[in-house]
């Protein structure tokens, strides 16, 4: 079975990367995806799940030699053009700002559609553990108004575009306008209502990634590091992966006891595993 080492972070002021967040921009994530990146070792792969997408894709455009891939989950380019309605984002922001017990509960709701209370309860719980009210008000509201769409025609990187088509956080449109702008994309639609890999998909979704990258990897002169770009609202980092795919998920993950890198921001290494139900 191919293996592929996974290395995941925390962003600034999320998970166990410590530090007040001054800046909550793309500009700010891609400079902290590539410290990342050139820790780690380029070229890598990245796979960049929800708000992480403008993130990967600022670092392929700007700095080519360090992206080999790209897998895009669940994700976009444009926020205005995918998030239309500017109203229920003021909403959203007001609301994880003001009470974030019950912005969380709204966001797991959305995340995982049809689930028992208590699992919905746990994911809420594991969001705000992850980070305070201003840090997660912050993230989403530069989920909602960042828009990298001017940079895709620069992407070099060949591009696995992953969406579910009901996806209630991120919609079906942003999927397409990756797969229609960037150069090299291929997409792998997905039937349901879920944002993250939903059990019954686990198996095609990590055979469809690991055979991509593995594609790349096995070019000479090739990295064979897989990075993710952590979520950019905090709902996809380390621990959030586990807790929330205890039943299936794409890694398996070790969790060091504290956090250490000289650019403040946590990293950790694994080996993408597809797991079933117990």
């Known amino acids: 079975a191919r293996r592929l080492c996974l290395v995941m972070y925390d962003r600034r002021g999320t998970g166990l990367s410590g530090g007040?967040?001054?800046?909550?921009?793309v500009a700010a994530s891609v400079r902290e995806l590539r410290a990342v990146v050139e820790a780690v070792g380029a070229p890598v792969s990245l796979l960049a799940m929800s708000g992480a997408g403008p993130i990967a894709l600022g670092?392929?455009?700007d700095h080519p030699d360090l992206v080999d891939r790209?897998?895009?989950y669940g994700t976009y380019a444009s926020g205005p053009a995918v998030f239309t309605d500017p109203e229920l984002r003021r909403v959203m922001v007001a609301m994880v700002r003001a009470h974030w017990g019950m912005g969380?509960?709204?966001?797991?709701?959305?995340?995982?559609p049809g689930s028992s209370p208590e699992a919905a309860l746990h994911l809420a719980r594991v969001l705000r553990d992850s980070a305070d009210r201003e840090v997660a008000a912050g993230y989403l509201e530069a989920i909602y108004d960042t828009d990298v769409s001017a940079l895709l025609a620069r992407v070099r990187a060949p591009a696995l575009v992953l969406h579910y088509r009901g996806d209630r956080v991120i919609p079906f449109a942003g999927g397409r306008q990756l797969a229609a702008a960037l150069p090299d994309a291929s997409f792998l639609p997905l039937d349901g209502t879920f944002h993250l890999p939903d059990v019954p998909h686990l198996d095609r979704v990590v055979e469809a990634v690991t055979e991509f990258v593995a594609a790349g990897t096995n070019r000479p002169g090739r990295g064979n590091g897989l990075a993710i770009a952590s979520q950019a609202a905090r709902d996809l980092g380390g621990r959030l992966l586990v807790d929330v795919h205890?039943?299936?998920?794409?890694a398996v993950l070790e969790l060091p006891e504290r956090p250490a890198?000289?650019?403040?921001?946590f990293a950790r290494t694994a080996t993408i595993m597809p797991m079933k139900p117990a």
């Open 246 to 250: 205890a039943a299936g998920t794409l």
């Open 59 to 61: 670092l392929a455009a």
């Open 70 to 72: 790209l897998v895009l």
């Open 104 to 112: 969380s509960r709204l966001i797991a709701d959305l995340y995982r």
């Open 20 to 25: 007040q967040v001054d800046d909550f921009g």
């Open 261 to 265: 890198s000289a650019v403040r921001t």
